[in-house]
């Protein structure tokens, strides 16, 4: 007669080991957790033999798989009977489901989440050193998160908090990379490599409040995740300021209001080089209106406005004193007071 060993876990409510749940979204086999424990709880451990751990931790895994489905739509996981899971416990787990790696997500930016990029992940988790089973968890759960709002109308950040019940700060995350990949912007290229996650998270979390339209009832029908079409119209109404009437008194009044709040050196230079700036600054702002030009946005920025700062030696503070007199300005001038 042959006799078969078996494991058996009988409980009521459902109880979650943090510690080991991250393990299991990072990607680790059961074996390769279970020797972690073993390691980082050695002494609470004691003498608990290894099998034991390792059906720990096995029963654990098998509880996380049973729980995907719902915790890839967390508003079904408060209304299912199969685990009995407090709230705290339920939001912990929505919560670190839902978080990313941002040099993960940094990889992701600007590419479509199509099922041919989630094959290349290989390469996203090598240059990383994020386990693949994680990037593909990552992908998922942002190509999810995006089929879910983008035609929806209201809030983005309310709107994900709603279908995923992510705390604010995830969601604004989440809202951010949506949006760059609802507008293609273009992320990869060479000189935008030194960009991190959080100045594209910066951006496009301005872009979405400034720029987007917020009328529930608007004409054009646009999306959160749509830029205002009638503010992009407005922009091209900045031309006037290339004109050369206007285009001098502008600058003399930009370089009047300057004086003595940068160094004379860099007054010197930004007033060489005022014309070609100003011409850059209009024109991408003026070109919003066109896909092509949205997707080189940040291109553009960093090549026509920024590597030309720098090459002045423009310090961070010299460009906030510059971009703020310059923006403010042409509020007195007559085109632009009615």
Known sequence: MMFTEVDVFIGNNTLIDPQIYGYWLQGFMAQEAAKLVREKEFHLLGNIHEDL?????????????????????????????????????????????????????????????????????????????????????????????????????????????????????????????????????????????YLKFDDFLHCAYEMMTNWSCHNPDCRFEETAMDMDREFLQMLRDLKILLEKEYFDEHKAMVAKSLKGKISDRILYDLDANLKSLSRSIINIASGLNHSKEVRDLFLDVVEKIIEPCKQIRMTRSDMEVFLHNYTEIPRTLEPFKS
């Open 53 to 193: 751990i390792i059906s720990d931790v096995l029963d654990q895994f098998r509880t996380f798989c049973l729980l995907e489905k719902y915790l890839q739509s967390p508003t079904m996981l408060a209304d299912q009977w199969t685990f009995q899971i407090t709230s705290k416990t339920q939001r912990l787990l929505v919560e670190k489901y839902y978080d990313f790696d941002d040099c993960v997500i940094r990889e992701i930016l600007g590419k479509k989440l199509s099922g041919r990029n989630r094959k290349d992940l290989d390469d996203v988790s090598e240059k990383t050193g994020v386990r693949l089973k994680s990037c593909r968890r990552q992908f998922d759960n942002v190509k999810r998160v995006y089929k879910t709002v983008e035609d929806l109308s209201g809030n983005l950040v309310h709107n994900i908090q709603t279908h995923f019940l992510l705390p604010e700060f995830l969601a604004k995350k989440y809202a951010t990379v949506v949006y760059i990949a609802n507008n293609r912007f273009e992320t990869n290229k060479r000189k935008l490599q």
